[in-house]
């Protein structure tokens, strides 16, 4: 399985930016796939994740409200929409799935992930 995060750069406070996560390997709408970030010197932190069919969707509370997870399973791919954006959401991006199809149990728990993309960096200024 493999992963591929892309779309970071740098966007000032206030302004918005979209990441995306490609996936092969696997048929890609039996897992839920989540996002979570890195800041320097900081633990992996849950941004988002979303079910496999795309109903079900889940927020941290620091983001919830200004980014939005989808996916579009005929492209195998899952969007993060980052808008408002602080400066404190700089960092870098990972998104990451499971091995567990069908499941949701875990989804703000990095350590249940298996597999994870190479990670996007977002800068937002001030």
């Known amino acids: 399985v493999q992963l591929q995060a892309s779309g970071g750069g740098l966007v000032q406070a206030g302004g918005s930016l979209g990441v995306s996560c490609s996936a092969s390997?696997?048929?890609?709408?039996?897992?839920?796939v989540g996002w979570f970030r890195q800041a320097p010197g900081k633990e992996h932190e849950f941004v988002a994740a979303i079910s496999w069919t795309g109903a079900s969707t889940y927020y941290s509370d620091s983001v919830k409200g200004r980014f939005s997870i989808s996916r579009d399973n005929a492209k195998n791919t899952v969007y993060l929409q980052m808008n408002s954006l602080k400066p404190e959401d700089t960092a870098v991006y990972f998104c990451a799935t499971p091995t567990e199809r069908y499941s949701n149990n875990n989804y703000n728990i990095p350590s249940w992930y298996h597999y994870w993309g190479q990670g996007t960096l977002v800068t937002v200024s001030s």
């Open positions: 390997g696997r048929p890609f709408n039996r897992y839920l």
